[in-house]
Structures are given as structure tokens and as C-alpha cells.
């Protein structure tokens, strides 16, 4: 069964600094891996994917991810984060097969500080 | 429509009382979801349809859960007796088979007194 793990429940960093979200995946085959971020109030937005294509995937609001079969990892990144990227982020794993449901991780809720 | 909308955006039952809420998916997508997020969660897949058939329900926390889309477009989840448990943010996503994507609305926040 496919699940997905974000390791850190609260990231804070200050505005202008790197963000890295953790999230590993278990999946018994090659995954669909998306995240998506909520704010407060609003819909959950795509912000990337990765679907078997390139490993390295670049998503809206310059963040991007990597996908590491061998480490299971699939890690949000952004090189400087902005006081709108503050939210709740959630790293997900599709079915893939069948009913193609979503499996959510717990969410990470990152805090940018002024 | 250009997105996911749902209605309405909040609902106040007492428990015991029915409610339904709706879900107006993106035109031509023919799978359809609807998810549970309790607070500080995240979401929870509850059902699946494709068209109008549900091919999966194994999500649904009770019976007093019922979900349909009689015409392969809006659906409507149904709950019945509402309980306190059953507060939560009721999310219904629409899937681009293409590109294996769902698009989600806003969802509907249930609180049950």
C-alpha cells in the first residue's frame, strides 16, 4: 500500500532563506507524487508533480523537488522564501491504479518569518 | 465552470440533523473524489466516482455516509444524523485522466453542535 510521510509538522525560516519540506513515500511501484499547499481558508493548489518524466521538477512560485527512488524522498525546495509562501503543504501520492485516490502525508505548515 | 465549486461553503448542523452538500465538478472530467480533512489533518479520501458509478466507497466512515452523481456531473454527499465527529472540511476534487491530476474546490466546513 502506498503511503507518504512529512517529517516535519511546523518549519519556520526567515524571509529570504531556503525552505526544504521533507516527505518520504512507500510505494510498490513508480509513484505519481505530487504537493499541493493550502491557505488558510482556500483550496488545496497544485503546486508540482512528478510522474516518471524527469526527476528534478519545477513547480509554480519557484518551487521545485527532486525524486530519490533510492531514498524514497521527494523534498520541497525553494531557493528564498517570500512572506506568501507561509501555508500548509502537503506532499501526496497517487493510487495509480484503479480509482487513482489520493494518499495525503500529515501536511507541514511553514511559517515565514518578517 | 473554470474550477471545482462547492455549496455552500459552510454549514452549521445540530447533531441528528441531515445534511448534503454539493459539489459541482470541472466540465468534462470524469472522475470525481470527495475527501475528509479534520482539523490539523490531512485529507482523507471517502469516495470515488467514475461518471455516474461509484466504483469505491471504502473511504466512508459510516453508513449514515451516502455519496451520488446520478448524471455523471454534481454530486451531492449526504449525511445523515449528523454526529460532532462528522465536523470537518469536506473536500471534492475533479481528475484530469490525462495528466492523472486533481483539481480541488474549496470544500465545505461542516460544524456539528
Known amino acids: 500500500a502506498q503511503s507518504v510521510t512529512q517529517l516535519d509538522s511546523h518549519v519556520s525560516v526567515s524571509e529570504g532563506t531556503p525552505v526544504l519540506l521533507r516527505c518520504n513515500y512507500s510505494?510498490?511501484?513508480?509513484?505519481?507524487l505530487f504537493w499541493y499547499v493550502q491557505h488558510p481558508n482556500k483550496g488545496l493548489q497544485l503546486l508540482l508533480k512528478?510522474?516518471?518524466?524527469?526527476?528534478l521538477v519545477k513547480g509554480i512560485n519557484g518551487f521545485e523537488a527532486e525524486f530519490k527512488k533510492s531514498e524514497t524522498s521527494f523534498h520541497l525546495t525553494k531557493p528564498s522564501a517570500h512572506m506568501s509562501d507561509a501555508a500548509e503543504y502537503f506532499c501526496v501520492v497517487s493510487e495509480g491504479s484503479g480509482t487513482y485516490k489520493y494518499i495525503f502525508g500529515t501536511g507541514t505548515r511553514l511559517k515565514v518569518l518578517a | 465552470g473554470a474550477g471545482v465549486s462547492q455549496s455552500p461553503r459552510y454549514k452549521v448542523a445540530k447533531r441528528g440533523q441531515d445534511v448534503a452538500l454539493r459539489c459541482d465538478p470541472i466540465s468534462g472530467h470524469v472522475s470525481l473524489f470527495w475527501y475528509q480533512q479534520a482539523l490539523g489533518q490531512g485529507p482523507e479520501f471517502l469516495t470515488y466516482?467514475?461518471?455516474?458509478?461509484?466504483?469505491?466507497k471504502s473511504g466512508l466512515p459510516s453508513d449514515r455516509f451516502f455519496a451520488e452523481r446520478p448524471e455523471g456531473s454534481v454530486s451531492t454527499l449526504k449525511i445523515q444524523r449528523t454526529q460532532q465527529e462528522d465536523s470537518a472540511v469536506y473536500l471534492c476534487?475533479?481528475?484530469?485522466?490525462?495528466?492523472?491530476?486533481?483539481?480541488f474546490g474549496p470544500g465545505t466546513r461542516l460544524t456539528v453542535l
Open positions: 510505494s510498490s511501484y513508480s509513484p505519481s
Open positions: 512528478y510522474t516518471s518524466a524527469a526527476t
Open positions: 476534487a475533479s481528475r484530469n485522466s490525462g495528466t492523472d491530476t486533481q483539481y
Open positions: 466516482f467514475q461518471n455516474e458509478a461509484q466504483l469505491d
